[in-house]
């Protein structure tokens, strides 16, 4: 590169806001059902809901799993520079989102991505060497088949009663065991699930950010390609995926409500695609006081898991006890206001130490023993 790249710490940051909003509605209302099962409700509530999942539901994972993608391109050209192993490197950088996931998923947050992010990205790696036509191929071709797959999931996934009787005990009365308990289970349950119902779709992601570093398009925030993004893509996308949530939400019927969840699900590579258009548009080298933002927004993995460990405390009733006590609102509120902070948070981290805390326990994981064999290999 001639230049550093400016797109993905936008990226970065902008997803960061989005995934929140996406996250907080199953750690404050039942896991299974999130905002539509809010007891409280009102008018603005079910607006925000509206707007979460038209603007935001099934795009941010997309974001999220397209800058994986980019970060293994990244972690090749790293590795390259330093004469570093990339194979054992990357080997350990799964086992140790895997690790992260599972205790997250255990602890905090039974929906967590790391655990699907190292099965999928172990696969990804069978595919690093590709040629970029045949990752956007592929990537494409994987989209289309999350989509088809998650329809007849999501339409036919049954309600169980019993176990939104138990988490409504446990999460109203319950204390840290407890709740630790059920979200270990849920995690597990949920698990294999994410993988067929979301892997697909990561690994498209993954496929299609791969090749963006390999086409050069990552370092090139004015190249046509993101042009036609945002003219194909952004309004269309936004406003198809708009009007999928309103039937899903305020549906006459269940045959409706069923259309506007697929709807919600189908249109929402056209505004993630929107989106990353968008995001080229303004990511330009950023401004004395707006450079630390970016900053702290690359370290992304320690505000996704600082979000989790606040909002999950404030919720449970090991915390303040605020589950299914206020309405989606104040939680999105809640969810944006956590992100504020940590990201301050990691302003003033970052201004002393080179990385978040997190990123720094995943990056001694991933060099375990990567020196040794470096050295033993070396001409």
């Not at 390999?214 to 993101?226: A, R």
Request: proline share 6%; glycine share 8%.
């Amino acid at each position: 590169m001639s230049q550093r790249a400016y797109m993905p710490d936008y990226l970065r940051l902008f997803a960061l806001f989005g995934i929140v909003v996406v996250n907080v509605q199953s750690m404050a209302f039942p896991i299974l059902e999130g905002f539509f099962a809010a007891s409280q409700s009102d008018p603005i509530d079910q607006g925000v809901i509206w707007l979460v999942d038209g603007l935001a539901y099934f795009k941010t994972y997309g974001l999220f799993s397209f800058m994986f993608g980019v970060g293994l391109a990244f972690q090749m050209r790293s590795a390259e520079r330093r004469a570093l192993p990339f194979g054992p490197m990357y080997r350990n950088r799964m086992i140790g989102l895997a690790f992260l996931g599972l205790l997250h998923g255990c602890l905090l947050f039974p929906y967590d991505i790391l655990v699907l992010y190292a099965v999928t990205g172990s696969i990804l790696y069978v595919m690093r060497n590709w040629a970029v036509r045949r990752l956007v191929r592929w990537g494409m071709i994987l989209l289309v088949v999350q989509i088809v797959l998650a329809s007849l999931f999501l339409v036919n996934a049954p309600a169980d009663e019993a176990v939104g009787a138990l988490e409504r005990q446990i999460m109203v009365h319950g204390g840290f065991v407890d709740v630790t308990i059920f979200r270990t289970l849920s995690f597990l349950n949920i698990l294999p699930f994410l993988l067929v119902l979301q892997g697909f779709s990561a690994l498209g992601w993954f496929c299609l950010g791969l090749a963006a570093v390999k086409s050069g398009l990552i370092d090139t925030p004015d190249h046509p390609v993101w042009t036609r993004a945002r003219r194909w893509f952004l309004v269309p996308g936004v406003a198809l995926s708009l009007f999928a949530a309103g039937l899903w939400q305020w549906a006459p019927s269940a045959l409706t409500e069923a259309l506007g969840m697929i709807l919600v699900l189908a249109v929402a590579p056209l505004a993630t695609f929107g989106y990353l258009g968008l995001i080229a548009l303004v990511a330009k080298p950023p401004g004395p006081r707006f450079a630390p933002f970016l900053t702290a927004g690359g370290s992304s993995l320690s505000i996704y898991l600082g979000q989790s460990i606040v909002l999950a405390t404030l919720f449970a009733p090991y915390g303040l006890g605020l589950w299914d006590r206020v309405g989606p609102a104040v939680a999105v509120v809640l969810a944006l206001a956590t992100t504020v902070v940590l990201i301050l948070a990691l302003i003033a981290w970052r201004s002393r130490f080179a990385l978040g805390p997190f990123e720094w326990l995943l990056r001694r994981i991933t060099r375990l023993g990567v020196r040794a064999t470096a050295a033993t290999t070396a001409p």
